[in-house]
């Protein structure tokens, strides 16, 4: 009867589950190139977002959005040394996080968001109606949805895939393809797991006393999420990223929130049967 | 040479010591337009109404029984609305009932619009059992309405009707929206801002339709508790914002809150009310009529203003930061 229903519904077979795929951005290492941006668009030819300058630093994108899936940080930091003021840029290629708890998935209402046999987060573009729920809900402003008037895929919510055409058929995503300095890096996540906690310990050993994981199964960032599939190794605090110390996940309030709800819906019932009770003689 | 102090993109923020990327919002700023909060008011206020007719058929006298019935024609006439401006809301608008092929009550989203497809349908079939009761119906949809369960229709519609007036703040407070997410009050904020308006509703129709006084006053004394709670849960949502409500409590929708959804929506109501119990008449009718005025209005600015006051929000960094702090 099972198969009956699958066949009325045109429904297929989900595909294998394969080993998790993700990414490893290791920041200590990205040059501020901008070829994952560039290669990104190419491939998934996303249009331009016009030439906005921000007048702040060479970041020109601004943040990730509906047509821009990698996005190059530069962040300059000066602190007092004796007399000398002292600069560093620190450069962070952003770019979905492939959650294991996933909210934008959590709050579609369509089924558009899906969990991809390489346990990757996926908008099915030939289903999402455009709700916006998956924006807001976002802890990390990644997802974002197409304004109504642009030419492309009108109306409906776009991020990272990563790549996952290019994973079908065993190929390296455009932005690790493209990244010279191999600053991110794509592969299973249990190994690129191990290999980021190695980079971390040769970073400490150099002296990097502030360099970090962020996005790792024991990092308080998890603790509502779950690991990030595609982590960083960040070298100041979250927020100087602007990433969130722990990134919250809807669902977990869910009920509470639905609990007040009832409370009042139950009291404005309660008086309104003694007040109509009252008129009864 | 003077040296210059370089504006720093870390550290300079206001985040609590927290300083991000320069003044960049964290999260992305909600797409939704003025659709949604005139459908959370709509489907609040119709379902507000449907609620409390339901309440005064179970628990009224004939005579309240008789007026608070009007209630269904209101929460049918507003509820009809709400449907296209959802859907008027969504970027592929032709896409509505792709909400429809899953059940999935984990989202919010995805429950309102169960919701209200079955809310809509029962609200509209017990109006037309009273339209039929008071004769409005003839011939052949008469006997259809007629056979309309109205006991049935009574408590599944109030269940689901209680669904839609609260599960409209749950959604927004679902999100990472600082505003709509740091409290946890704001589902029992819309709760009840949707009975006040529809017990106010009610009232309304109470008044034109010449009810007796012992029934406006009945009505008074009901949305009276219902703007006392009101005003209670909105102070306790207040308090737990904390610096995170200033996009609604200062600044550009400063005026639509305080004036609009606290003044107008529960302060100038409960003076009103005051005043009815010891008028008669016309005097007591308008009173009431005026004060039911101020509570639909209040509520809509109450929806409004959050619902707006919450796009800047999402772009209130320190206190998306404030909001994911361990």
């Not at chain 1, 998790?20 to 920041?27: E, S």
């Not at chain 1, 030419?151 to 010279?180: I, N, Q, W």
């Not at chain 2, 949604?36 to 628990?59: D, E, H, I, K, R």
């Not at chain 2, 997410?181 to 949707?194: H, I, N, P, R, Y």
Request: aromatic content about 8%; glycine content about 10%; charged content about 20%.
């Amino acid at each position: 009867m099972i198969d009956g229903y699958k066949r009325l519904m045109n429904l297929e077979e989900p595909p294998a589950k394969k080993t998790a795929k993700g990414f490893f951005t290791d920041t200590s290492l990205c040059i501020g190139c901008k070829a994952c941006e560039v290669a990104c668009k190419q491939w998934n030819q996303l249009p331009a977002d016009g030439f906005a300058i921000t007048g702040k630093s060479y970041d020109n994108t601004g943040h990730l959005g509906a047509t821009t899936w990698r996005h190059v940080q530069f962040i300059e930091q000066a602190k007092a040394n004796g007399r000398r003021q002292e600069q560093r840029w620190l450069m962070m290629s952003d770019v979905c996080k492939h959650c294991a708890n996933a909210a934008c998935l959590e709050a579609c209402p369509t089924g558009a968001l899906v969990r991809t046999e390489f346990d990757t987060v996926y908008v099915q573009q030939d289903i999402c109606n455009g709700c916006g729920f998956c924006v807001p809900a976002c802890p990390f402003g990644v997802i974002d949805r197409v304004p109504k008037e642009s030419t492309f895929e009108v109306g409906t919510a776009h991020k990272c895939t990563l790549c996952y055409d290019r994973l079908k058929d065993d190929m390296t995503p455009a932005c690790a393809k493209s990244c010279p300095t191999a600053s991110i890096q794509f592969g299973d996540v249990e190994e690129l797991q191990v290999r980021a906690r190695e980079r971390l310990g040769e970073l400490r050993a150099r002296g990097e006393s502030t360099a970090r994981l962020y996005g790792m199964p024991e990092g308080k960032e998890a603790q509502e999420v779950g690991p990030l599939h595609a982590f960083f190794l960040l070298l100041d605090r979250p927020a100087a990223y602007n990433l969130p110390e722990v990134p919250r996940l809807p669902r977990k309030t869910m009920a509470e929130r639905y609990g007040w709800s009832a409370a009042v819906g139950i009291g404005f019932a309660m008086v309104a049967a003694l007040v109509f009770r009252g008129g009864r003689r | 040479m003077t040296e210059q102090a370089i504006p720093s993109p870390s550290g300079g923020g206001q985040g609590g010591g927290l300083g991000g990327y320069y003044d960049y919002p964290v999260v992305r700023r909600p797409v939704w337009t003025w659709e949604v909060p005139a459908y959370f008011w709509l489907g609040g206020m119709g379902a507000g109404a449907f609620v409390t007719a339901s309440l005064a058929q179970t628990f009224g006298s004939a005579e309240d029984r008789r007026i608070a019935a009007d209630g269904y024609y209101l929460a049918a006439g507003s509820l009809l609305p709400c449907a296209p401006l959802l859907i008027a809301d969504l970027g592929r608008s032709d896409r509505f009932h792709h909400m429809l092929r899953i059940f999935k009550p984990l989202s919010p989203m995805n429950l309102g619009a169960w919701t209200l497809t079955a809310f809509t349908p029962i609200a509209v079939a017990r109006a037309a059992s009273h339209a039929a009761d008071s004769g409005l119906l003839r011939g052949p949809l008469r006997v259809l309405a007629g056979l309309v369960p109205r006991r049935l229709t009574e408590l599944t519609g109030s269940l689901l009707g209680l669904t839609l007036a609260g599960y409209s703040g749950v959604l927004l407070g679902a999100t990472n929206v600082p505003l709509w997410a740091k409290s946890k009050l704001l589902g029992g904020v819309f709760m009840a801002s949707a009975l006040s308006s529809g017990s106010a509703a009610v009232t309304l129709q109470a008044a034109r339709r010449g009810a007796p006084e012992a029934t406006l006053h009945r009505l008074a004394a009901l949305e009276s508790a219902a703007s006392l709670g009101e005003m209670a849960i909105v102070a306790a949502y207040l308090r737990q914002s904390g610096r995170t409500a200033r996009p609604l409590t200062t600044g550009r929708f400063a005026a639509p809150f305080w004036l609009g959804a606290v003044g107008a929506g529960s302060v100038l109501p409960l003076l009103l009310h005051r005043f009815t119990r010891r008028h008669h008449g016309r005097t007591l009718r308008s009173l009431s009529t005026a004060a039911a005025l101020c509570t639909i209005a209040g509520s809509l600015a109450l929806r409004w203003s959050i619902f707006e006051a919450g796009k800047d929000s999402s772009e209130d960094q320190a206190a998306s930061f404030d909001l994911s702090k361990a």
